[in-house]
């Protein structure tokens, strides 16, 4: 069984770079977003694959069903015209930017983590959705509540600064 | 690294959907009859030749209806641990933590509503 989630986890990572490939190199700020939520997808299977699967699920209630709609709002809001700016190729030194620096921050982030690191030996343990009830209703229960009262706040909030306002005309 | 046969379940349908979805694809690829020409990418191929870009623009406001969605979204993620738990749990203290939690909700709705967020122009009284 270990051996197939080995594999499955490298299809996951498969889909996670293929989104993001997908994400930065399309012509079209659409097809840009439908990479990002391949991405999104795979980051939900990782979530399963790591004892996680309500943090799994609400990945994809959240960030592929809501923030997903949210940033397919703000293509659609902004002026980006396939003819705009940032379409023109490349030149040479930004290719050499792009690959190089975050190239080099990758390459020796994963060499001292594999190095140094010492592998874990814990195995990860399902917490039921239940128990997690049980803490907000329990012990968290102020943080509970304030959660609504952020979310209302920043509800309110967004509707204050952006919504159109009703202007009074004068006649 | 936890791998059930929960996975197998979800990779197996995420397959089956990939086919589903891929299939006609390809097979309207090797069947349909093929042809190329400059009218056919127009957004409707008969009819008034369309004039001007098809990326309009929409009004800011309906951001905001995307904006209140993700914060109801949010909420959904702790009340449904929540709501599990319920039926677990004793005295009357969680039912009114979860009133609570809802009241405040509410309240963003009534004030949405007196506001004028859902109403029609979308303009909100100031």
Same mark, same amino acid.
């Given at each position: 069984?270990?051996?197939?989630?080995?594999?499955?986890?490298?299809?996951?990572?498969? $889909?996670?770079?293929?989104?993001?490939?997908?994400? +930065?190199?399309?012509?079209?700020?659409?097809?840009?977003?439908?990479?990002?939520?391949?991405?999104?997808?795979?980051?939900?299977?990782?979530?399963?694959?790591?004892?996680?699967?309500? $943090?799994?699920?609400?990945? +994809?209630?959240?960030?592929?069903?809501?923030?997903? $709609?949210?940033?397919?709002?703000?293509?659609?809001?902004?002026?980006?015209?396939?003819?705009?700016?940032?379409?023109?190729?490349?030149?040479?030194?930004?290719?050499?930017?792009?690959?190089? +620096?975050?190239?080099?921050?990758?390459?020796?982030?994963?060499?001292?983590?594999?190095?140094?690191?010492?592998?874990?030996?814990?195995?990860?343990?399902?917490?039921?959705?239940?128990?997690?009830?049980?803490?907000?209703?329990?012990?968290?229960?102020?943080?509970?509540?304030?959660?609504?009262?952020?979310?209302?706040?920043?509800?309110?909030?967004?509707? $204050?600064?952006?919504?159109?306002?009703?202007?009074?005309?004068?006649? | 690294?936890?791998?059930?046969?929960?996975?197998?379940? #979800? #990779?197996?349908?995420?397959?089956?959907?990939?086919?589903?979805?891929?299939?006609?694809?390809?097979?309207?690829?090797?069947?349909?009859? =093929?042809? =190329?020409? /400059? /009218?056919?990418?127009?957004?409707?191929?008969?009819?008034?030749?369309?004039?001007?870009?098809?990326?309009?623009?929409?009004?800011?406001?309906?951001?905001?209806?995307?904006?209140? *969605?993700?914060?109801?979204?949010?909420?959904?993620?702790?009340?449904?641990?929540?709501?599990?738990?319920?039926?677990?749990? /004793?005295? *009357?203290?969680?039912? #009114?933590?979860?009133?609570?939690?809802?009241?405040?909700?509410?309240?963003?709705?009534?004030?949405? *509503?007196?506001?004028?967020?859902?109403?029609?122009?979308?303009? #909100?009284?100031?």
């Amino acid at each position: 069984m270990d051996k197939i989630g080995l594999g499955v986890f490298l299809a996951h990572v498969l $889909i996670i770079v293929a989104g993001g490939l997908v994400t +930065v190199f399309a012509r079209s700020l659409v097809r840009a977003l439908t990479g990002l939520i391949a991405t999104l997808f795979g980051v939900a299977g990782l979530y399963f694959l790591m004892a996680a699967p309500f $943090i799994g699920v609400m990945q +994809v209630l959240i960030y592929v069903g809501a923030v997903s $709609i949210l940033i397919f709002f703000a293509i659609a809001f902004t002026k980006s015209s396939h003819l705009g700016e940032e379409a023109r190729p490349r030149k040479q030194s930004q290719w050499f930017f792009l690959l190089s +620096v975050p190239g080099l921050v990758i390459f020796s982030l994963g060499y001292l983590l594999i190095k140094f690191i010492p592998q874990g030996f814990l195995q990860p343990q399902e917490t039921q959705v239940k128990d997690l009830g049980g803490f907000f209703l329990g012990p968290y229960m102020l943080p509970f509540e304030l959660i609504s009262l952020v979310l209302l706040v920043a509800m309110m909030g967004a509707v $204050i600064l952006g919504f159109e306002k009703k202007i009074k005309r004068e006649d | 690294m936890i791998f059930s046969w929960l996975h197998v379940a #979800i #990779i197996l349908f995420l397959g089956a959907g990939v086919l589903f979805a891929g299939v006609p694809l390809l097979a309207s690829l090797l069947l349909a009859p =093929k042809c =190329k020409d /400059e /009218e056919l990418l127009l957004p409707y191929e008969c009819g008034l030749r369309p004039y001007g870009t098809s990326w309009v623009r929409f009004g800011i406001n309906y951001y905001f209806y995307a904006l209140l *969605f993700l914060a109801f979204d949010v909420d959904v993620l702790y009340l449904y641990p929540v709501a599990v738990y319920y039926p677990f749990s /004793e005295g *009357f203290l969680p039912l #009114i933590e979860i009133f609570l939690f809802v009241f405040i909700l509410g309240l963003a709705v009534i004030y949405f *509503f007196k506001k004028g967020v859902f109403s029609w122009p979308r303009r #909100i009284k100031v």
